[in-house]
Each structure stands twice: as C-alpha cells, then as structure tokens.
C-alpha cells in the first residue's frame, strides 16, 4: 500500500511537513487478528475509536477496520460519530458517552445509536421518537462497578419490561464497563463479570432477547475470557498497546504510530550557556543541541521537560530545558555528524532502539492513552 496523507488538512501541501505521525494501518490488522484469536468465533468486535481513534485519526482507522469487517464502532459524542456519517462510513456507530436530549436531532439524523445509561434518557428518546414504524435500536449500559455512566442493577429489567421497549425502542445490546481489567487480581473484574452475568441471566429468563452483550476492554480481552460474552471493545490493543494483566501471556502486539521530526537547527553551547523559557538546562560541557518543530501544542507534553528522549542517528538524546509550544531541544553533543534535515524519532524505531507510547507516558507521569490521544491535529497523520 502507498502512503497517503490525512485528508483532514486544510489545505493541500506541496510537501510533507517536518513533523509528522505515520501510521502503520497493517500493523492495525495485525492487532485486530491478535483481539479475533482471543475471542470466540462469531463473537463481534465493537472497534473503539473515540477521540480520532485515540490520536491515530479516526477516518482512516475506522475504513481501515471496515475493510477488515468490522461492522461496529464506538465514540463518545455525537459530533465523532456525526464525523464517521459524513465520510461516508455506513457501519454501526455507538455513541458511547454522555448524550443530553437537545442532542436527539442529530443522534437520529445521523442514525447513530445511543447508550442508555438513566431511564429518563430512556423516556425522552422515546417520546422524541413518536411513532415511529420500527423501533429505535440502543444499547444499555449497567453500571457493574465503574462508578461512572450506567443503570444500577435493579434498573435493567423494569425499564425493558416498560412501554418504551414496546414500541419506540429497541434492545440491541446490553453492556457494562470494567473499571479493573488490567489489574494482576483478577478479584475486582469477577465481581463485575458476575453481576454482569447475572443482569443477563435476569433479562433472559423473562423472555426478553439480548442480541448483544459485550464487557470487555482491551484488558479483559487479553485476561479475561469470562467477559467476552458475544461482542467485545477493543481500544488500546487495535493501535498496539497491552494492557493485558501483569503475569499473563506476552501478546505480540505491534504499535502502529510513529511520531516524527525533522531537525531545524543545530546549535552549539558554550559551557554555562543556558536554552529554552526559564533557563532549566545549562550546559556543563561545549555541547551540540538539536531543535526540533514539535512541541506541547503538537501532543509533546511539557512534562517531558529535561526527561524524555528522542532518537537521532538510532542513538538515544536527552530533551533538554523546557518543552516549549512549538519546539523542543534534544542534546546531540554526542552526534558529531547530526545535522539540520536530519530524522528525529519521538516514538517509534530508529535502528535498533525503540520509544514507544508506554515510554513518553512514564516519563511524563501518565498513561499511553493519552499520550497517543494527546498528538494534536497540527501533526499530519501518514498512513501506509
Ligand atoms: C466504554 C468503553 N469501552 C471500551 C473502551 C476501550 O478500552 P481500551 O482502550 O482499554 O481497550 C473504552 C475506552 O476507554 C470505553 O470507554
């Protein structure tokens, strides 16, 4: 497959710019065949891309898993999966996140489907409905013990057994989300998966059909097998990150972004000699910095301040002296040869090193997730 551009710059560029994110859409299917080979057959994959596909882009990633055969994605407003609708992407689209009523209009105009999570958001859809001839598809959501969106226990079966689901809507899926999945004691997500089994088994013996029920994360894919029911939501693993238990299987999963500069300057450093807002790096010795045209406006968070590492030549350089909005200085005294032009790796490979998501997220005090979330729509996403 040749590389593509994203189409959702804004003007057409003559060239590529400096910094870029490229995105590896075989690497994605080969993540997506390691979330299938843990699943039971006929089992659904409800493909997680809110947020741009964690940063990865949404579109692109969306086609790429639609050509796979996915058939259903997940987002957390309506404005993402209103983007989905007006690219053209016809799949399932599950809203997942809060939906306030004066968003109905466009959840229906757009044919996306809700997550129910408050029997009144059940009322009101319906009575926004009327009468329709076919009942609206949504998805319940119970709240097993994230603490977060979601019906108590006690809600489910009296609001299916209500007028709204006998006429206006329609059960398609019944869900809950782990809070817990990617903890070593598996103690936590058993307590969820029971009483997710349970609400289940409830609905069930009062006749009532579940055509979908899906619990589980990228975590509970790779840990949990108890949550697979028939359809399962992977996030993390699709764009190559485990968050599989500690002490389980290594699972060959293949990160599938690289976050890339170009070097704009090399400057050099009298011993003494200070760089960057507040003057946090003085150099000890005659030093070579590098500037590179990335900075926290572009996802290269500030706190990578005097700790993160860029790879250049395929050897590893400290940041030096505050990240600033739009540039970032890495400490190449060691790289006689480096010069302007030159590649700058801020995640991915570079000969035999690696920085990855998971190693921007240490360093920063965070998560890979929103490191990855975290790259800004200035930086051009590649794909290949
Ligand atoms: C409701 C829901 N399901 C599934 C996921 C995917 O989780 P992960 O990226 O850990 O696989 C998320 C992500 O936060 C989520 O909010």
């Known amino acids: 497959m040749s590389a593509s551009v994203s189409t959702t710059s804004v003007s057409p560029l003559t060239a590529v710019p400096s910094t870029i994110a490229a995105v590896d859409l075989a690497a994605l299917t080969f993540n997506l065949r390691q979330a299938r080979q843990r699943l039971p057959p006929g089992c659904e994959i409800l493909a997680v891309v809110k947020a741009d596909a964690y940063g990865h882009g949404a579109l692109a990633i969306t086609k790429a898993l639609a050509q796979q055969g996915v058939a259903r994605f997940g987002v957390a407003t309506i404005q993402e999966g209103a983007e989905l609708r007006d690219a053209g992407i016809q799949a399932h689209v599950l809203v997942m996140g809060a939906l306030p009523p004066s968003q109905f209009a466009d959840l229906l105009d757009y044919s996306l489907t809700p997550v129910i999570y408050d029997p009144a958001l059940a009322t009101d859809l319906a009575a926004r409905l009327g009468t329709r001839p076919t009942p609206y598809p949504v998805h319940l959501k119970v709240d097993t013990g994230m603490g977060r969106l979601g019906l108590t226990s006690e809600q489910v079966l009296p609001l299916l057994q209500s007028p709204v689901f006998r006429g206006p809507l329609r059960l398609e899926g019944l869900m809950t989300h782990l809070a817990d999945a990617d903890n070593s004691d598996p103690a936590y997500t058993r307590t969820q998966i029971g009483r ?189």
């Open 196 to 384: 997710f089994q349970a609400i289940l088994a409830q609905v069930k013996n009062a006749g009532l059909p579940v055509p979908l029920a899906h619990a589980a994360n990228s975590a509970a894919i790779l840990g949990h097998p108890a949550a697979h029911f028939n359809a399962a939501r992977p996030g993390i693993m699709l764009y190559g990150y485990s968050t599989a238990p500690q002490g389980g299987p290594a699972v060959p999963l293949k990160p599938i972004l690289a976050l890339r500069s170009r070097i704009a300057q090399v400057r050099s450093l009298a011993s003494g000699d200070s760089v960057s807002y507040n003057r946090s790096f003085i150099a000890s010795r005659p030093s070579k910095v590098a500037v590179l045209p990335i900075g926290y406006a572009d996802g290269y968070s500030r706190a990578l301040s005097n700790r993160g590492q860029v790879l250049v030549q395929g050897r590893r350089c400290p940041v030096v002296g505050r990240v600033c909005m739009d540039m970032t200085l890495v400490d190449v005294t060691d790289l006689p040869t480096v010069r302007p032009g030159d590649d700058a790796v801020l995640i991915g490979r570079q000969g035999e090193e690696e920085i990855l998501a998971t190693d921007l997220a240490a360093w920063s005090g965070t998560i890979p997730y929103e490191v990855l979330c975290g790259i800004g729509p200035r930086v051009l996403r590649v794909y290949s």
